[in-house]
């Protein structure tokens, strides 16, 4: 090393301007920011949310943009198998299966999403009203969910099923009895936990209002737990209308729901496999890649649950 | 504890109480009779009283539901539309035996294969056992269950050919069907167990164990493995469910006269008494094993208290 290059003059006192201490260089970044961040760390978690928008993406557009109807027969076709026409082969009436799985990609989707609003709407208001309102009311309330979660769930809904036309709509209705029930006790339990800590007293001392309070205290606080309950509701939904489907008393043809799709597949199985594997891949993708997505948010959104 | 007991049968008898009002008018309101109209029809009207009385449906519904709630405290579920002259509590005691031996097995296969992978991907942390517990633990909750049995069938049973399939003669027939059934409780207990295993590694009468020389086996076995066991108790609950689940699904693929294939057997043949009586005592079973496995917890686990139960 040249020492005669190091001289004094190099090492002089920094001037450290008072206004400067203080300052935060880094813009704050909110809660969800942070979490995006900590998921796209999550390798498993990105590919997952890939695969999910493609199949959204397909489960829209596909159907539109292919030349087959779901409901089409083509009797020159039975049982064909994939090629460059259909990608997916044909069932025991000609129908494309292409066309066919992806109609039911959607309708399980759509079973799925209105299952996880009915489970933000409901759920979280349940839970939210419950534990702010407290007393006879909290007492009442929480009679109701304790006789509502000793019912299991599919029974009520093949019941519901029985009584009303089979259709997306009654399956939807029969999920919404009981899918709530869950996060509304999660909700519940975190608000009561929040309501007593230091910080909301701190807004209350402020004179914050009481509205401001739940939305800007306790909601925000609650985010986590209501995410990650979610994504558990979204696969579990689909798996009620498949699973449905599969024994005969869900949708029924033509409509294409998966459900239906591999109960055709599961009935010609020895013969023509590719009728049951590309609808069952299909739902298999969906499901773990939501509970990948869920467990890679979960970590993302509570970081001191990580495992 | 047993005011708390008291407390939870209660709970689980107003349960009760409100599924089957809620069945028994859902049902009435259906369409249907469980006569062939046409021969119902040519029939004497003292005939058609003498059959409808035989099933009781002549009374007025709210006596109607009078008497099958006394009845039903009885023991006596009424009898079955499809088979003919049978009580509905004989015919699903008759599926009990196939059931409950395919889902005892599913449970102790589930709970075998889960804890010793859990232990393993645990101990073993970020190893290839461990990524392979994991995608397993994924897998397994979430290929549906239909979905697995099929293949099973189509693969070992059928290609192979070394199980049996499609019919009940024996225990082994119950094998593949208990396979089948086992996934989800398998990877329910694997990834459950890992979790409880790396936390209770992480604490500091681990370290103190292994500071004073104890041995790895000695480590895993007395302190690890031991204190991470318990709370596995805790998910018998929800494995029972998808056990229950499972069971419609798994026994009409292998053809098993258990109480899953007679409950979609019913419901696709409006046997209404059947569907009743089974979907009473679903929800007994499934309220009971809840309320066992939380009083099972709190004698394992002394510090879990059960008077505040409802906090949770």
Redesign the interface.
């Known amino acids: 090393m040249d020492k005669s290059k190091i001289d004094r003059s190099m090492y002089q006192k920094a001037k450290v301007e008072a206004s400067e201490k203080e300052h935060i260089a880094a813009p704050a970044s909110t809660m969800l920011a942070d979490a995006w961040i900590r998921l796209k760390k999550n390798k498993a978690a990105v590919v997952a949310l890939f695969i999910l928008v493609a199949i959204i993406l397909l489960a829209i557009f596909a159907p539109i943009f292919s030349k087959y109807s779901f409901r089409d027969t083509d009797y020159n076709n039975v049982y064909g198998l994939p090629s460059a026409a259909h990608i997916f082969g044909a069932d025991q009436f000609g129908r494309d299966l292409w066309v066919r799985t992806w109609m039911g990609t959607r309708i399980s989707l759509m079973i799925a999403l209105v299952a996880a609003i009915l489970d933000l709407v409901v759920g979280v208001l349940y839970g939210a009203v419950s534990a702010l309102f407290g007393g006879k009311v909290d007492a009442v309330m929480q009679r109701i969910i304790e006789v509502l979660v000793g019912i299991p769930s599919l029974i009520i809904v093949i019941l519901f099923l029985m009584a009303f036309p089979a259709g997306v709509g009654t399956i939807i209705a029969a999920l919404s009895i009981t899918g709530w029930v869950n996060m509304a006790r999660l909700v519940r339990a975190e608000i009561l936990k929040l309501k007593n800590q230091e910080f909301v007293l701190a807004s209350q001392v402020l004179g914050t209002s009481k509205f401001n309070i739940i939305m800007k205290d306790l909601i925000p606080n609650t985010v986590s737990v209501i995410v990650i309950n979610v994504m558990f509701t979204i696969p579990s939904a689909i798996f009620t209308e498949a699973f449905l489907s599969f024994i005969g008393i869900g949708l029924a043809e033509p409509q294409a729901s998966l459900g239906v799709l591999i109960n055709g597949g599961y009935q010609v199985l020895r013969m023509y496999p590719h009728v049951l594997v590309f609808p069952a891949i299909v739902i298999v993708l969906i499901m773990v890649c939501f509970s990948i997505l869920g467990d890679g948010l979960r970590d993302a959104l509570d970081p001191q649950m990580r495992k | 504890m047993l005011k708390y007991v008291l407390k939870r049968l209660g ?2 008898l ?3 109480w ?2 089957v009002t ?2 028994f008018f ?2 009435k ?2 369409p249907g009779t469980p006569f062939d109209a046409e021969r119902f029809s040519i029939m004497t009207p003292q005939q058609q009283e003498r059959v409808l009385e035989m099933y009781g449906l002549n009374d007025s519904l709210p006596m109607q539901y009078v008497k099958y709630i006394k009845n039903m405290l009885k023991g006596d579920l009424g009898t079955s539309f499809t088979y003919v002259n049978q009580d509905v509590s004989k015919v699903i005691t008759g599926r009990l035996g196939p059931s409950a031996l395919i889902g005892i097995q599913a449970v102790l296969i589930g709970l075998a294969i889960g804890l010793i992978l859990g232990i393993l991907a645990a101990w073993k942390h970020n190893s290839g056992i461990d990524y392979f517990t994991m995608i397993l633990a ?2 397994g ?4 269950n ?2 697995a049995a ?1 293949l099973l069938q ?1 693969y070992i049973g ?1 290609k192979w050919g070394v199980l049996p399939v499609g019919f009940w003669t024996g225990w082994n027939c119950s094998v593949l069907p208990s396979i089948a059934l086992s996934f989800s409780a398998t990877a329910m207990v694997a990834r459950f167990m ?2 409880e295993m ?2 209770v590694l992480d604490q500091d009468y681990i370290i103190t164990a292994r500071a004073k020389g104890l041995s790895q086996m000695k480590v895993l076995m007395r302190h690890a493995v031991r204190n991470s066991i318990l709370p596995v108790v805790t998910i018998l609950g929800p494995i029972v ?1 998808n056990l ?2 499972g069971s ?2 798994v026994e ?2 292998f053809s098993i006269p258990g109480i899953g294939s007679l ?2 057997d019913c ?2 043949a ?1 046997d209404y008494p059947v ?1 009743m009586g089974i ?1 009473i005592f ?2 007994a079973f ?2 009971l094993i ?1 309320l066992l496995v939380d009083l099972a917890y709190s004698l394992i686990d002394p510090r879990i208290r059960l008077a505040k139960g ?3």
Do not use: G
């Open positions: 709970y689980i107003v349960t009760l409100v599924i809620c069945t859902m049902m309101n259906l994924v897998l909750v979430s290929v549906p239909f979905v099929a189509y059928l890992r979790t790396l936390d469910v229950m689940t419609l699904a009409n693929i409950f979609v419901i696709k409006n569907i979907t679903y929800a499934y309220m809840v409802k906090e949770s």
